[in-house]
């Protein structure tokens, strides 16, 4: 499936969302609001959130208006300390190691490390067109979606954390998660009718061991795009998604794909669980707020996290 710049997705997410006339501030603690009409602003957003599994840091792409300002930043669950950690615009989709020294993230259509410290910043692909890494929970992969289908096929790779070699595996496959109980790869493959009509997604399981895959479960739903998947450490998946000219909204579902639940009403892009599976946090997608929220894991309890004065001198 070809990659959307995560950027330009959300331009068109924001022109699709509802709003209100509340500014961010004003919305501190409370529920997102619904209707209304506010002032547009695309110069500053937060999204692709990352929990570590210590669960003392939220990494996260910044976009902003200020050039240097943009990349990877790092905010504490109640907000209180808030970085940049990597500078650099389209250094997006962040993704801890298992033992939080570590995070890959994408850049430049290709997959990249560094420490939390600062130091060892290293490519580790360089071929192709690399998006969405996922490290593995005993730390030795790097789990991502491939877009390019000529010299090497597209779709579901990983990396070795260590050696940097790579190896495909799948087709068509992306927006890799993995189970932390069973080393398993969850995918989305894309559904489409031969006249081009996107039918929704199935979720898929790739066992690393026996080398095999199978089914977990249709997405369906009239141009329906879901992505964005994260397992959880209690065995449920949040994902983002999303009808053809609709909002798109974070939903919940158990392990084998049933008991699906809407979390968010007003808009949701991108979220992932804090380490004990209790929490998420969540991008607000209304185009007036566009920052980081946290809620309970039944979708209760909606708190904002980041602010625009988070990223004041």
């Not at 331009?11 to 609001?33: H, M, R, W, Y």
């Not at 500078?87 to 997006?92: D, K, L, Q």
């Not at 007036?288 to 309890?301: E, P, T």
């Amino acid at each position: 499936m070809k990659n959307i710049n995560p950027l330009i997705l959300l331009i068109i997410i924001v022109f699709l969302t509802t709003s209100c006339k509340k500014n961010a501030k004003d919305n501190k603690g409370q529920e997102p609001c619904v209707g209304g009409c506010g002032t547009i602003d695309f110069n500053i957003v937060d999204y692709q959130p990352a929990w570590s599994p210590d669960g003392k840091y939220i990494a996260y792409y910044h976009i902003d208006k200020e050039v240097a300002k943009n990349g990877i930043w790092l905010i504490t669950p109640d907000g209180k300390e808030n970085r940049l950690w990597h500078s650099g615009v389209g250094a997006e989709t962040p993704t801890w190691s298992p033992d939080g020294q570590w995070i890959a993230f994408s850049q430049g259509a290709q997959i990249w490390k560094k420490k939390l410290n600062g130091d060892s910043l290293t490519r580790i692909t360089n071929e192709g067109r690399n998006f969405f890494p996922a490290w593995s929970p005993d730390g030795k992969w790097i789990a991502y979606g491939q877009s390019i289908c000529n010299a090497t096929p597209c779709g579901l790779w990983i990396v070795s954390a260590s050696t940097n070699s790579t190896s495909f595996l799948m087709n068509y496959g992306n927006f890799p998660t993995w189970n932390p109980h069973t080393m398993e790869i969850i995918y989305q493959t894309t559904i489409v009718e031969t006249n081009g009509n996107v039918l929704g997604d199935s979720l898929w399981v790739f066992n690393l061991a026996s080398n095999k895959k199978r089914g977990l479960i249709a997405l369906t739903g009239k141009n329906l795009t879901n992505n964005y998947f994260k397992y959880s450490s209690n065995d449920k998946i949040g994902f983002t998604s999303q009808p053809m000219g609709g909002v798109p909204q974070i939903w919940l579902m158990n392990a084998d794909g049933s008991n699906q639940k809407q979390l968010t009403q007003t808009g949701g892009y991108t979220s992932d669980w804090s380490p004990d599976g209790s929490k998420i946090v969540f991008t607000d997608s209304r185009a007036v707020n566009g920052r980081l929220w946290l809620m309970n894991a039944d979708g209760s309890n909606k708190q904002q996290l980041s602010f625009a004065e988070n990223f004041n001198p």
